[in-house]
């Protein structure tokens, strides 16, 4: 079946635009996440929904990052006037289940979004 | 800010020998985790390994979990030239609250195996 979706592939952008990355995750994954990868680091988590609700953004860098699933599917995340540090690889990653049985659910990564900023 | 810290942060080693990859973190966990990840690709979950399991077994995978030394260890015997990729344990804390949505990862190792 489809794995997780991310658009665009690679992202450039001009210090001081906002950009948008696209997150289609598996069908029926109630649990969704958003991670920030540095050149050659782990991923860092940014922000977790389940279903609509996003139950911890403790990983969102500055206010100037923004996330949303507002139908509990597709998710969106939006850096505002985007800096150079904001160069990275953005993983979104989908789960099936939801609350403790969440604990034991591998997550299902997208491809990601290469963003640079120039 | 990272949970674990893996060693090695490179490891080179020629097809048919095996390879070890360990991992340490710092809070108490509910599970640990190992990730696969292609250049280029989004990380693909290998295997899992509860905090009441000492060791695990997947095909040439072998897990192990010491969590009084906050530790593990990644075992892939008869490495083949298609294992060449980077490697990343993360954890899960344990239940309470909402942190149970938060899988921290660590820096990673990269493993190439030469045909």
């Known amino acids: 079946g489809a794995g997780v979706s991310q658009s665009p592939r690679y992202k450039v952008a001009k210090r001081g635009q906002d950009v948008a990355l696209r997150c289609d995750p598996i069908?029926?994954?109630?649990?969704l996440f958003w991670y920030q990868q540095a050149l050659g680091q782990g991923p860092e988590f940014l922000t977790y929904?389940?279903?609509?609700?996003?139950?911890?953004k403790s990983g969102l860098p500055s206010d100037r990052f923004f996330a949303e699933r507002p139908e509990g599917s597709v998710s969106t995340l939006k850096i505002q006037r985007t800096q150079q540090e904001d160069s990275a690889v953005y993983l979104c990653?989908?789960?099936?289940?939801?609350?403790?049985?969440?604990?034991?659910?591998?997550?299902?990564f997208g491809n990601g979004t290469r963003l640079t900023v120039t | 800010s990272q949970q674990g810290e893996e060693d090695p942060q490179a490891l080179s080693i020629q097809e048919g020998e095996n390879a070890t990859m360990n991992c340490s973190y710092k809070?108490?966990?509910?599970?640990l985790q190992w990730y696969r990840q292609n250049s280029g690709r989004g990380l693909v979950h290998l295997i899992l390994?509860?905090?009441?399991?000492r060791e695990k077994h997947s095909g040439r995978l072998r897990v192990t979990l010491d969590t009084s030394k906050k530790s593990s260890s990644l075992l892939i015997t008869a490495s083949r030239a298609a294992d060449t990729a980077s490697y990343f344990c993360?954890?899960?804390?344990?239940?309470?609250?909402?942190?149970?949505?938060?899988?921290?990862f660590g820096q990673g190792t990269i493993l190439t195996v030469h045909p």
């Open positions: 990653a989908s789960s099936l289940v939801q609350g403790q049985s969440s604990y034991n659910s591998p997550l299902h």
């Open positions: 069908s029926g994954h109630v649990s």
């Open positions: 929904f389940q279903n609509e609700a996003q139950l911890d």
């Open positions: 809070t108490s966990i509910n599970n």
């Open positions: 390994i509860r905090s009441n399991e």
């Open positions: 993360a954890t899960r804390p344990r239940a309470g609250g909402t942190s149970y949505g938060k899988l921290t």
